[in-house]
């Protein structure tokens, strides 16, 4: 298996002071509110992602927060999530949360 180079794509924030959440519906019909960390766009495969956190989780710290990232099409208020299926795209979401990590620390 090969190393694979990835950019290092803008992230963007959500804009207002206040955290934007989202809800986000199960299988079952319970709905979860998310808090959202971050959006970026990949341009060479014209997909956009959205990385967020459950709003309940409240973390120390030193622990580790539970991460969600999906991919997304749309825009505002009338946007549909789906699921990341590809290695290819894991891998691009975990180096941008990676990335995330580092500026936040910074």
């Excluded at 002071?17 to 495969?45: A, C, H, M, Q, S």
């Excluded at 099409?73 to 990676?98: A, H, Q, R, S, Y």
């Amino acid at each position: 298996m090969s190393e694979h180079e990835h950019n290092h794509y803008p992230i963007f924030l959500p804009d207002s002071e206040e955290k934007e959440r989202i809800v986000i519906p199960e299988e079952n019909g319970d709905e979860n509110l998310f808090d959202v960390l971050f959006y970026f766009d990949v341009p060479e495969t014209d997909k956009s992602y959205v990385v967020v956190v459950p709003a309940e989780q409240e973390a120390e710290e030193d622990e580790e927060q539970e991460v969600f990232a999906f991919r997304y099409e749309g825009n505002d208020d009338d946007f549909k999530l789906f699921p990341i299926e590809t290695d290819e795209e894991w891998d691009i979401v975990e180096e941008m949360i990676n990335t995330f990590s580092d500026e936040v620390e910074e």
